[in-house]
């Protein structure tokens, strides 16, 4: 059974800070990996999504990798801003339950970002 | 743009009551979903429907029922709510297939009392 880890649960850094967040994953047979932001109380938004034959994608100040073979996935913000304070989820795709459409999720990362 | 547009955002009901949680999507897609969110547990698929006309259970499908009313819409029934469904529920969408992006809706706060 797929099971998704992140760590730590919860970060706090002062603003202007480069920093990472961790995604494992315990089954190396993924179609996908999709990193989400959710603002307090807000749904989720679509930040990066790598593909199980990419190593890394970009967007802005956000780089994500993917090492499929040892199941794990950073995500990485340069210069953190605190805009950037939310909660980071990470999420799985593949042939869970029969679809090749679902996603197994993390517990997420809060970040906190100090002025 | 809307993308997933989930309806209501927020919702009280007593225990036993129903309700129909509301998603619709504009970007075209075959499959929507509907995952639930609760503290330290983080989101589980419900139901999914992979293309119109198909729908199958997901991970925590017990309470529930869907309906794929066409392409667009997909709803997400309480038929006799019970405190332990007191949660976050979000639909989501995306493209057929294994390589695709998921899109999630702002979600509903439904409290059973």
């Known amino acids: 059974k797929q099971e998704v880890t992140q760590i730590p649960a919860a970060l706090s850094v002062p603003e202007g800070e480069n920093l990472v967040l961790n995604c494992s994953f315990t089954?190396?047979?993924?179609?996908?990996l999709q990193w989400f932001r959710q603002d307090p109380g807000k749904g989720l938004t679509s930040l990066l999504l790598?593909?199980?034959?990419?190593r890394e994608q970009t967007s802005g100040r956000l780089n994500a990798s993917l090492d499929k073979s040892s199941g794990r996935s950073t995500l990485y913000i340069a210069a953190s801003q605190p805009g950037d304070s939310a909660t980071y989820l990470c999420a799985v795709k593949g042939n869970y339950g029969g679809s090749q459409g679902n996603l197994i999720f993390g517990k997420g990362t809060k970040l906190s970002v100090k002025p | 743009n809307a993308g997933v547009t989930q309806t209501p955002k927020f919702q009280v009901l007593k225990t036993g009551q129903s309700m129909t949680l509301q998603c619709a999507q504009d970007?075209?897609?075959?499959?929507m979903y509907w995952y639930r969110q609760d503290p330290g547990m983080g989101l589980r698929l419900i139901y999914y429907s992979a293309s119109e006309g198909t729908t199958d259970k997901g991970e925590v499908p017990n309470g529930y029922n869907v309906s794929r009313l066409n392409k667009r819409e997909f709803s997400l029934r309480l038929e006799s709510a019970a405190p332990s469904q007191t949660s976050v529920y979000f639909c989501a969408s995306s493209e057929r297939g294994p390589y695709t992006e998921a899109f999630f809706g702002q979600g509903t706060r439904l409290t059973v009392v």
């Open positions: 790598i593909q199980s034959s990419q």
């Open positions: 970007m075209n897609h075959n499959s």
């Open positions: 089954d190396s047979a993924i179609y996908n």
